[in-house]
């Protein structure tokens, strides 16, 4: 599968369904836009036809209200049909603006609540361990979602019972709802936290589809915690690096634009 023109289709999906349902957290999806290309086009290991195969990888997104960028992909990977993303957000639908697993195939978990994603996957990947499964567990969170202490409580433990089963991206675009990383909590040095905690670190381009490819599938005899340094609102110039499209939906002449946009850069 082609994951440039599939981060450029979730992108554009994404764009649609905010506009349709007036909902938000458009830059919170573009910035984690590549990698579940890269998940969903290369790496995880699924089948559309049986989504609660048990050999399948697990993936949660714990940061949920980028719910919208998983529909579009399970959408996009043949999950369901693709005419469905239209009616995201609005009523009776069961799209919601947060992730939910209820009646959506492909969906591991119902996130929203932050710091909750973690502590689920590392369950997840102690379970594969114990019954001596080969799957893996892949958890996308947020910067802003590691203020949390359970995601912390969650990467002591994960070494300890040396989960090298269990991947985490952090999807780090340094923005967080109302105010920049570094101005609510400063994370930094953030690599060297993970570190200390026993994990194999990788410091990745979160828009770079190689890096992120290997980053994603070298194996490792430790956990491993990808760092993606992304830009949030990314693929729409007056989006990228904006604390405003964190809520803001795309209407009228912002929304014929951004499409333009991302229509010319493919």
């Not at 005419?83 to 009776?92: F, I, R, S, V």
């Not at 089963?165 to 101005?183: G, R």
Request: glycine share 10%; hydrophobic share 40%; proline share 2%.
């Amino acid at each position: 599968m082609d994951t440039l023109k599939l981060a450029n289709t979730i992108r554009k999906d994404v764009l649609r369904m905010t506009n349709l349902g007036s909902s938000g957290h458009i830059g919170s999806v573009f910035s984690i836009a590549d990698i579940l290309a890269v998940l969903y086009g290369e790496v995880l290991s699924y089948d559309v036809k049986n989504p609660t195969w048990e050999d399948r990888d697990r993936f949660i997104l714990s940061k949920g209200h980028a719910g919208a960028g998983i529909y579009a992909a399970l959408a996009r990977s043949g999950f369901f049909d693709v005419a469905k993303l239209d009616t995201h957000y609005k009523d009776g639908s069961d799209l919601s603006g947060h992730v939910s697993h209820k009646g959506i195939p492909g969906v591991e978990f119902s996130t929203g609540a932050l710091g909750h994603g973690l502590s689920v996957g590392v369950g997840m990947a102690l379970d594969a361990k114990r019954k001596k499964k080969d799957h893996k567990v892949f958890v996308i969170v947020g910067d802003g979602e590691c203020d949390e202490g359970s995601i912390w409580e969650a990467a002591l433990f994960s070494p300890h019972h040396n989960l090298n089963n269990l991947v985490v991206i952090v999807d780090y675009n340094k923005i967080q709802s109302l105010n920049t990383v570094e101005n609510v909590l400063s994370l930094e040095p953030f690599s060297d936290k993970w570190k200390s905690f026993g994990w194999d670190t990788r410091v990745v381009d979160g828009h770079d589809h190689e890096s992120l490819r290997v980053a994603l599938t070298t194996p490792s005899s430790s956990p491993i915690a990808i760092i993606a340094n992304t830009v949030k609102g990314k693929g729409v110039s007056f989006m990228e690096n904006t604390i405003l499209w964190h809520y803001r939906t795309a209407k009228g002449e912002e929304y014929d634009a951004a499409i333009k946009e991302l229509e010319e850069s493919v």
